[in-house]
């Protein structure tokens, strides 16, 4: 009797599992997620630098969302240096931002030691 109660216990924890993780790869279903450096910014378009050395350009919107320091910003906030991560939706060949996470500067390498 204990072997049965514990082997339903583990298919329900299981099914659990299962339906939590489907809710949470739902939830960037489309999505696409850009990490890295600003290397150029204008009203309507952020270029970021990732770490691949890659530079990518994302549409900003008037729907576009900014936070820093998990405080709503704007895009005023933003400067060249500053890390973001931008998560985005596709749109044609590209992404338009739906939010934009400002984080601090990257701080510069030292050049000798």
């Not at 809710?23 to 770490?51: C, D, L, Q, S, Y």
């Not at 936070?67 to 704007?74: F, G, I, Q, T």
């Not at 240096?81 to 701080?107: F, L, N, S």
């Amino acid at each position: 009797m204990r072997r049965n109660t514990i082997l339903a216990l583990a298919a329900a924890c299981a099914l659990a599992a299962a339906l939590l993780t489907a809710g949470a790869v739902r939830a960037h279903e489309g999505k696409k997620h850009f990490m890295g450096t600003v290397t150029r910014i204008e009203p309507k378009m952020i270029a970021i630098e990732g770490k691949d050395a890659k530079t990518v350009q994302i549409t900003l919107t008037s729907a576009t969302v900014y936070v820093k320091d998990k405080k709503p910003a704007k895009f005023q906030d933003i400067a060249l240096g500053d890390r973001v991560v931008v998560h985005a939706t596709p749109k044609g060949t590209g992404y338009e931002a739906d939010e934009v996470e400002i984080g601090p500067p990257m701080k510069k390498a030292p050049t000798s030691f």
